[in-house]
């Protein structure tokens, strides 16, 4: 679905080929700095290379209007954006900026069900917690259905028990819907539990990439 082709940013990446399939969970670990969100950033036109080519589904991003790619290629950032207001406002602003169709609190709470978030709608976000903050971001763009979720670190501020139950919830939901998930991960346990792929980048560069047997 999306294939990196000579891909040179600043001296952060050096990236000469990168495969990522189709309806499959790709998780990209590495040490701290290594380069791992800003090859996320890079999947929806966030930055741009300064050399080089990121396909997706056969077309150059460059070519691509930024708002139209950014609708179907959808990330959560690693610091949660919470906007003042309640819970319900902050699940369906993604959907007015998107100009997509309004859902109803059921369909809202079906989501929030999914990360594990027990707050009522009507609540205030202004107390929440790190984790809170964070699960109430991956609902809000799991409500937009995007057809990629680029995870950056999506469970960091979560305890383990809570990370996996997220996680898997997430993950079961992408394989039914046939969706792409693309995350950034510190947790080994979580990229070996989760990944189809496993790409590991060094210093910028691709340094492996496994394929789980039946995953490509």
């Known amino acids: 679905m999306f294939e990196i082709r000579g891909l040179k940013y600043k001296n952060i990446l050096d990236i000469e080929y990168l495969d990522i399939p189709d309806k499959k969970i790709t998780c990209i670990v590495g040490e701290s700095g290594s380069g791992k969100t800003t090859l996320l950033r890079h999947l929806n036109n966030l930055i741009s290379p300064d050399s080089g080519q990121i396909l997706y589904k056969g077309v150059d991003i460059e070519s691509m209007n930024p708002i139209i790619l950014r609708r179907q290629v959808v990330m959560a950032p690693q610091t949660p954006v919470v906007f003042p207001g309640n819970v319900r406002y902050n699940l369906t602003i993604g959907l007015m900026f998107s100009e997509k169709p309004m859902v109803n609190d059921d369909v809202l709470k079906r989501w929030m069900d999914l990360v594990h978030l027990n707050k009522a709608l009507d609540e205030d976000t202004d107390k929440f917690s790190g984790g809170e903050k964070q699960r ?6 799991l409500v937009l259905e995007p057809e990629v979720l680029l995870l950056d670190e999506p469970s960091s501020a979560l305890d383990e028990g809570t990370e996996h139950l997220v996680v898997n919830n997430i993950v079961t939901y992408a394989k039914d819907a046939a969706k792409i998930v693309v995350m950034v991960t510190h947790s080994k346990s979580v990229a070996q ?5 496993i790409v ?6 691709i340094s492996d990439m496994e394929k789980k047997e039946g995953a490509i």
């Open 136 to 141: 109430l971001c991956l609902a809000r763009i």
């Open 193 to 197: 539990r989760y990944g189809d792929v």
């Open 200 to 205: 590991t980048v060094d210093k910028g560069r």
